[in-house]
């Protein structure tokens, strides 16, 4: 029986045309990114920088965040702390009921749909406003992103152009590029003057000066943030940095490694609402900080490397796995080899521990991250505890991490456990392995078995590699495996 | 509410975060200890040469589809030359901007050339005009950024932030030797960390999107044409003052 994940993954799979719509963008995304990064000595350093800012920061998560409420403050801001996603909507709802909005302005932010604001908001008869182009083109095609930078990058622009000329009949159809950019922005004009509230994400806050910084090419994240009365961003609270000088190394691998860019067309610093001499921008600005699982991650000593990610995407791009199933067929918020550790961590392993086996491992991800979070590593550790529990103090890693040698075992993430075949499969494959006699015996009988692969029955045996030999041939066992011909080398077993 | 934050931040204590500090040594004030250990490193800075400095300014700003113009004193003609050969109607400005004095005693009369509109009102009480009748705004600005051909602005009462954000054409006055290699650099020359301002802008080129099939497409939201007037003052002085912005050490490293 397929599981959701499974079966979600098989019908990604056989949409050709959405496929050939990612690959194409993929290629030109990782293409785009290596010639950003000529110099690998630079690039290093870089990563080294990227890092241990945001090591630092994670580190200090707690003071850091006091600091940056105070700041925040001090500013003129208001912050407001929620554990999860239904206090994190009740809080924006307050606010947008308390300025009697009926609609709201947004732009692109993963935090939003991770609380499902949208959903949320139209439930309590008020109207999210997606600006950005691909997060408009998604909402009015009622879709999810299937890519945390590129949302809308499984679609064409013939499907877009179907999609504006069902949903704007009025406006000429065309599927020429720039012509649907320009109906875009004629139709989003009104709703950037007319808007009382914009909501937005953060790429990052700076505790030292209470500033919020957030990148964007189209203008529509700063007109969220600066034409309506009032700004509410969102952010998870480990998007917190210490410093502000913090933001040179951490805008520039940002941006190379998302999309190949020296620098994005607008970095928005914000650090307060409008001043009593100033002549525009927002009256108030809010600041929601969401927990929603992050404390939970952050205390496990190799987890906590996950909320280092800044949300570049460079992972997903280089992924063999996201490039053929996409960001759907994930199923998550958060697609990718980061989501492939996010969305377990966040939501358990019983419901989302199967992402972790949606990677072969190949450490591309890892290669990539601007700020060097071991991927795989963590991968690995979370297909242990889907399969055996939480894992205690022995897990190797967390030894040897300094900050683990007084802890008591956790459960880093809830819902671990063996699932009944794999789990016997696995006990079988120690068994047969530990023993040289049974490994010569499991050794000569699957070596027997090559010659009835060649055989009349061959087809028959063929079938159990299922899926594996349909597109390619099947292996030719030998007869003699290496131990045997090295014995008759002279080599002795051990 | 209260309670969730203590609940946050206990969550957050309890998962023994102590890294380096040093037991019994706990500073007086938790934030300056979280800001003093927070990693330092060298200043990111290139030494380039004036010419460099804006040779690479340029190249970078137009490779993202920014107009750069090398100007002289006569700069408000030049620009009223630019925005009348693109149709422009008008063009608001910020009349207590640094600029506005040049840019008015400058502007030509003749039939045709773009009317200069000043944009001195609350936005409260402009919205619609500027929404809707503006085609170009004007803005002076802090400084240029070589590394990656940025502008820097902060935008200021006199000259608000939907000036260079909202009309289709944004056109912005940058002073030579006011361009510095890098971010890291200015943010550092300038102390930008004790005196950030409300709004604080990077804008390098003119609003896009590559939503559609990774296609650039140009003007979402933003103005779809960025025009930079690039003034090289001559050693000899011409007399106009730099912006009002540039209080502070130009002299410093380079």
Redesign the interface.
Known sequence: MASAFRTRAGLALSRERVRGNIRRAMDGLVAKRRAAFPDDAELAQLRDQGQAIRDHALANLPALLEQLEQRCRVNGMQVHWAADAAQANAIILDLLRGHGAKAVIKGKSMVSEEIGVNAYLERHGIEPIETDLGELILQLGNEHPSHIITPAVHKDRAEIAALFNRHFPDEPCSDDIDQLTALARRVMRARFQGATVGMSGVNFAVAETGTLCLVENEGNGRLSTTAPDMHIAVTGIEKVVARLDALAPLLTLLTRSATGQPVTTYVNMISGPRKPDERDGPREVHLVLLDNGRSRIHADPELRATLRCIRCGACMNHCPVYTRIGGHGYGTVYPGPIGAILEPQLQGLQVQGELAQASSLCGACAEVCPVRIPIPQLLNRLRHEHAEGPTASQSPSQSASPASSQSVPIQAVPGGHRPGLQGRVWRAWALLHASPARYRWMRRTIGGMGGLLDGPFGGLLGGLFGPWTRSRTPPRLARRGLQDLARQEGFADD | ?TD??T???Q?????????ASVPGSEPAS??A???T?????PV?RFDWGPEELTDRFRR?IEA?RAEVHAVGDDWPRQLAALLQARGARNLRYGPDGPLAPALIQGWPTAEGVPRLVPH????EAC??AL??DTDAGFTACRAGIA????LVLWP??AE???LS??PPIHCVLLEADRIVS???EL??REG??QR????????????????????L???????AELIVLLRTTSAAGTGSAPPATADTARTAAC
């Not at chain 2, 969550?11 to 890294?19: D, E, G, I, P, V």
């Not at chain 2, 590394?147 to 940025?150: A, H, I, K, P, V």
């Not at chain 2, 604080?200 to 559609?212: E, V």
Request: proline share 10%.
């Open positions: 509410m969730t934050r609940q946050i931040l969550r957050l204590r309890s998962a023994n975060t102590a890294t938790p934030s200890a979280t800001l250990s927070a990693p330092t490193w990111r970078g993202v001195d009102q609350p936005i919205r619609r929404f809707d590394e990656t051909g940025s200021t009462p608000p932030r939907l954000l909202v890098t971010l890291h943010m550092q930008w960390a950030m301002p409300t709004n604080a802008l990077l804008i390098s080129g003119p609003s896009k999107s590559a939503d559609i099939e990774q296609t497409a140009y003007g979402v939201h933003g103005p």
